[in-house]
């Protein structure tokens, strides 16, 4: 019986089919602690593997600082901490890791253009981050070197990168010129200003080896 109640919910509220950007709802979801800690924890737990979002729990604390924090009703549509927890809990709940875990991520959204948003899309994510990380010309943070002049200018260049390859984290993670290993060096340079400093031009536009994001000028 409660199988059957549990999939006319799923029915009634329609489902994950790749259409909309909120997950179907879990039933019997316990209520999670909105925090960095809480989130890490959960993220590193269920998201495993070629699902690894983080190459440890330093860069996931980091990088979380760096989240508006939202709240946990936040399911899909906001770029926040709290639609990361819900994915990072639903990436467990429902078994589907491979569908969630990016949701919870970094990029808050699988990276290849084909896919919808979910916590923000990809290049929303990405220079949300790239501002509050390595800062911006228009407003730089000491000792840090910016790449881009603004958010708007981040979202322009964005829009031209290889979204092909999936975020990998760890030493592996996709190298070569594209978004997904621009993100992933984000999330080391979240950890310090030293850091900051080696991994910021890491994320630029334009990259030349042995820039590990290196590839060809942008026109």
């Given at each position: 019986?409660?199988?059957?109640?549990?999939?006319?919910?799923?029915?009634?509220?329609?489902?994950?089919?790749?259409?909309?950007?909120?997950?179907?709802?879990?039933?019997?979801?316990?209520?999670?602690?909105?925090?960095?800690?809480?989130?890490?924890?959960?993220?590193?737990?269920?998201?495993?593997?070629?699902?690894?979002?983080?190459?440890?729990?330093?860069?996931?604390?980091?990088?979380?600082?760096?989240?508006?924090?939202?709240?946990?009703?936040?399911?899909?549509?906001?770029?926040?901490?709290g639609?990361?927890?819900?994915?990072?809990?639903?990436a467990?709940?429902?078994?589907?890791?491979?569908?969630?875990?990016?949701?919870?991520?970094?990029?808050?959204?699988?990276?290849?253009?084909?896919?919808?948003?979910?916590?923000?899309?990809?290049?929303?994510?990405?220079?949300?981050?790239?501002?509050?990380?390595?800062?911006?010309?228009?407003?730089?943070?000491?000792?840090?070197?910016?790449?881009?002049?603004?958010?708007?200018?981040?979202?322009?260049?964005?829009?031209?990168?290889?979204?092909?390859?999936?975020?990998?984290?760890?030493?592996?993670?996709?190298?070569?010129?594209?978004?997904?290993?621009?993100?992933?060096?984000l999330?080391?340079?979240?950890?310090?200003?030293?850091?900051?400093?080696?991994?910021?031009?890491?994320?630029?536009?334009?990259?030349?080896?042995?820039?590990?994001?290196?590839?060809?000028p942008?026109?």
């Amino acid at each position: 019986m409660r199988k059957v109640l549990l999939m006319i919910a799923l029915v009634g509220c329609g489902g994950d089919d790749g259409n909309n950007n909120i997950d179907a709802a879990i039933d019997g979801r316990p209520q999670l602690t909105l925090d960095c800690a809480t989130y890490c924890s959960t993220i590193s737990a269920n998201c495993t593997a070629a699902n690894t979002q983080y190459a440890d729990a330093n860069h996931c604390m980091a990088t979380c600082n760096k989240f508006t924090v939202g709240t946990s009703a936040d399911m899909g549509g906001q770029n926040t901490l709290g639609c990361r927890l819900y994915h990072a809990q639903n990436a467990m709940l429902s078994g589907d890791p491979a569908t969630h875990c990016p949701h919870a991520g970094p990029a808050g959204a699988a990276i290849s253009a084909a896919n919808p948003a979910v916590c923000g899309d990809a290049c929303t994510s990405f220079c949300s981050l790239e501002i509050a990380i390595c800062g911006s010309l228009d407003a730089p943070i000491s000792g840090v070197p910016a790449q881009y002049q603004n958010v708007a200018a981040c979202m322009t260049a964005c829009g031209n990168f290889n979204k092909s390859k999936p975020l990998v984290a760890g030493t592996t993670n996709s190298p070569g010129d594209s978004l997904a290993c621009r993100i992933y060096h984000l999330t080391n340079a979240a950890i310090s200003t030293a850091n900051a400093t080696t991994h910021c031009p890491h994320t630029q536009m334009t990259t030349t080896a042995p820039n590990p994001c290196a590839g060809t000028p942008m026109p």
